[in-house]
Nanobody, 123 residues
Framework: QVQLVESGGGLVQAGGSLRLSCAGS????????MGWHRQAPGLQRDLVAF??????KYADSVKGRFTISIDNAKNTVYLQMNSLKPEDTGVYYC??????????????????WGQGTQVTVSS
């Protein structure tokens, strides 16, 4: 199985910055896509940033402020968040999809989620 572990959340004042990390563990063979989602209290989980190969997408609300990057050697995705606003508050979840090895010649697809990390932006 593939597990994702997030870190880097916390409390920050409006205008500040945070960097989230999400590291994948397990017998990962390849990762096709990684992304970040955000869930504010009482709301649905929405896509914040997504990267698959050279394709990068951002929610309109974070364009120009957030940057997603991937370290393929470490199976880690980062989300650099600048100029944070109170409306960025929520639990941030990372997601990854790809292939992992289950045996000498056996491979399976995975689509995993992290446990979430809280980001709180005070006004």
């Amino acid at each position: 199985q593939v597990q994702l572990v997030e870190s880097g959340g916390g409390l920050v004042q409006a205008g500040g910055s945070l960097r989230l990390s999400c590291a994948g563990s397990g017998t990962i063979v390849s990762i096709n896509s990684m992304g970040w989602h955000r869930q504010a209290p009482g709301l649905q989980r929405d896509l914040v940033a997504f990267r698959s190969g050279n394709t990068i997408k951002y929610a309109d609300s974070v364009k120009g402020r957030f940057t997603i990057s991937i370290d393929n050697a470490k199976n880690t995705v980062y989300l650099q968040m600048n100029s944070l606003k109170p409306e960025d508050t929520g639990v941030y979840y990372c997601n990854a999809a790809g292939t992992y090895q289950t045996g000498p010649t056996y491979f399976r697809a995975f689509n995993s989620w992290g446990q979430g990390t809280q980001v709180t932006v005070s006004s």
